[in-house]
């Protein structure tokens, strides 16, 4: 009920405040939420993990990207930067994941009451790559932010200045990078130390001590996500600036 | 490369400062005896009157402003603009919480038996508070920050700029970011509950089950976070524009 009301509210609210873009923003989100449900529901019906998230990534910048800010210059070359950082990342994090073993519930999620005593954990579904497909997306829509923020500033310049080569875009596009990155970091490190809250005040709860909070899975898995996502960050604005610099100079 | 260095130094300072406030909401039982907390203790009882707060946890409305102000500052060095941002982000956080109160004292009650990680915890409806109170603040002072900062450089660019004028860019750099961030928030929110999810549905649970009984806590501090994010677009730009105009027009005098 309180979640139809705030639903409610959110949408008035980005029609109030942004009209027809407001509009296409409740349609992208909308449509960022089908993919993610249809996702789980053939993750969890046994289909293969890898190439279902990839899709599920493609599919999901594709619509963020190009549906909602138009079919442009910027939209196409941050979404390639984006797919070629997703490639690699996908890469180091399935390593990282398989040498530290990672994956799965934690400490406290596999203690739950239902988890622990209803249901099986012997289920038919390699935890270990799942662990690797939900780093990589959640690390994915700071990357189309940063690629966009990104790429879009470099276009404008070009715009006003046109006789710049090719190096000089890449230069000022970096430059850019730069100023996003600090909010970008902040605004990560916020959402995923808000969701700690809880957690924190369990663990006082429990009487957890510090070498074991430092030794938990929960904690490696919180901060791998976070480091996960300011590298993808931080990778993402040489890889887009070089990008946009060429389409602009093949122009 | 020196001010990079600066940066990451910055970033280290605000991760320290962000891991004791941690410890200190976690801990709320010292908390209550720190002095701080008598001084608050006092207004708390006079505030705690009011209906739209009963039964909230007043020391973090404390601890929101000092937290928020130590972040802006930290981050970005005294200026005009900082302040005008911290202003902004106060009152785009007062609005989400009168949104949030009042929303979550005229709808049907949570059954807060399924929260994650609850645990021991014996005011579970404090701790979801605290959780929405701090998970969107830094989305929030993104917002201000980036909205201040474009203001003050057009302001500064252009002194006798019309208010209108103002408004018209301010709105066209609001819309550029408002999309991303969102669904920012939407990944780092939604994706971290799919591995107990596909548990869930492997033991026969249904997906739609799954939704209406284990997650209405994320959902609701999700649209909470997406709201106060729409909402610091207008306020920020009447707050900084206000702000710079009044200091332009004090100057000429």
Redesign the interface.
Known sequence: MMILVLILVLCIFLFFVGGERGAIVVTTLAGNVCVLAVTVILLANGMPIFPIVFLAAVLISYITLIRQNGNNQKTWSAFVSVAGIMLVLSIAIAVIVHITNASGLNEIQSVQEDVAFYYTLDIQIPMQKIAVGVVILSALGAIMDTALSVTSAVYEVSLHKEELSRKEYILSGIQVGKDIIGTTANTLLFAYFGESILLFSYLVNMKYNWEMILNSKLLFQGLAMMAAGMTACLLAVPVSSYIIANVISDK | MK??KA?SKK?IY??IF?LLF??F???DAWLYKTPIAKITQVTEKKIAEMPAVRGGKEIYYLLVIIFTIV?MLI?NGFHRKTVAAIFSTFFVFSLIML?FFV??NT??P?DYGM???????ENPEH?FI??VM??????I??VA??LTSAMEELIRKKPDISLRKLFHSG?EI???I???????????????L??????????DVP?ITNIKQYI?FE??RF??E??GI??A??ISIAVSSGFFKLAVRRERR
Request: glycine residues 8%; aromatic residues 12%.
């Open positions: 001010a990079k940066m970033y605000s991760i962000y941690l410890i909401v976690a801990n972040t981050l949104i929303t979550l709808t049907e949570f929260m994650e990680y609850l645990g021991s915890t701790l605290a959780e701090f998970a969107g603040l830094g989305a002072m993104d920050v980036t709105r609001g819309y550029d408002m999309g991303t961030m969102i669904s920012v928030l939407l990944f780092t929110f939604a994706v971290g799919i591995p107990s999810f596909l548990i869930r549905m492997n033991n997906f209405p959902i609701s649209l909470i997406s709201i729409v909402a677009i207008p």
